[in-house]
């Protein structure tokens, strides 16, 4: 039987501060990067402070090592906050902007095709709902770790 990685309990725990960010700085860029290259974009002290979080996410299966000694991503981890986000391709958005900008069209459309009968009850339901998923996806984006 072969051997497992690391358990995905394991990954989650170990995917936090710096190693996170190193994990989203690979996951963003998508190609292999070099240590000095990884310390001097995420602003790290030394070389060997990247180095560490390296070997961390090579250690854990999410990166690995090319033949130059560039590090890339592996496979993809969804975990911790990156559940609020999904990645399309360079872009990562908050899964609650798509639903902020559906009650925004279905708004507008309701203003736009019924402007001689509105009720007041629809106008708030989905303006309402639009603007409060507006709020809370500039909440989850001033959270985002990347």
Known sequence: MPAEGPSREKVEYALRGKTLTVYLY?????KAMGVR??????GFSSPSVA???????????VVEKDQYDRYLLAKKVDTGILHSFVSIGGLT?????FYAAFFTTIA???????KGSLDVYAVLGTVGGAAVFWYETWRVWRRKPF
Do not use: S, T
Request: proline letters at 3%; aromatic letters at 6%.
């Open 26 to 30: 690979l996951l963003k860029h998508g």
């Open 37 to 42: 290259e990884v310390q001097k974009e995420l």
């Open 51 to 61: 180095f560490h979080h390296l070997d961390k996410l090579v250690e854990l299966g």
């Open 93 to 97: 958005l908050p899964r609650l902007g």
């Open 108 to 114: 507008a459309a309701y203003l736009i095709l019924d």
